[in-house]
């Protein structure tokens, strides 16, 4: 996959006769998926191409959305986009303020913990996934780390010490045995 693109949803399937899709967003808040555009939809995951897409119309429609895409006017037009991931360019999103991240520029970075003045690594940032509290850091250990542990560390300014984007490096107040 091309390191500029990111995944923001999919098409889960077909609605109506007309060539509405049914849409999931991985986005935040979930409606600005639809303020990146154009969309990238790859359909088959065998293959490398992608189709550019544009959505011309969208509207909520029970735990995610119904969308309307150019040059998609029925079902049998539809369906062959069905199950697609949308995919849109990362220069696209806007720009955080500093000490603030997006979930995949933090996945895949090293994590190290401070313990008795010495930096251990715990392992790799695998993804971030969210909690009713606070965000989490699903951690596994890599090579380097003391063993092959999936550790589940919280996204807290009393736990996360630093982010060192340039070396791919969060430093974290945990301990190893944790």
């Known amino acids: 996959m091309r390191d500029h693109l990111l995944a923001v949803g999919r098409i889960t399937g077909v609605y109506g006769v007309k ?3 049914r849409v999931h967003s991985e986005t935040h808040p979930a409606d600005n998926i639809f303020t990146y555009q154009p969309w990238l939809v790859r359909r088959d995951q065998s293959r490398a191409d992608m189709q550019t897409l544009r959505v011309i119309e969208f509207r909520e429609h029970g735990k995610g959305y119904v969308v309307r895409l150019e040059g998609v006017e029925d079902r049998s037009r539809a369906e062959t ?3 697609a991931t949308i995919y849109v360019d990362k220069h696209q999103l806007p720009t955080l303020p500093v000490e603030e991240f997006y979930w995949h520029e ?3 970075m090293e994590v190290f913990a401070d313990t008795d003045g010495k930096a251990i690594l715990l392992g790799k940032v695998a993804q971030m996934m969210a909690t ?3 965000d989490v850091m699903v951690v596994r250990g890599c090579e380097g780390s003391p ?3 999936e550790r589940l560390i ?3 300014a009393h736990v996360v010490a630093k982010v060192d984007m340039a070396r791919g490096r969060i430093d974290v107040i945990w301990h190893p045995d944790d």
Do not use: I
């Open 132 to 134: 009713g509290a606070n």
């Open 154 to 156: 919280p996204w807290l």
């Open 19 to 21: 060539g509405w899709l």
């Open 106 to 108: 933090l996945e895949g």
């Open 81 to 83: 986009y069905s199950h």
């Open 147 to 149: 063993d092959e542990r």
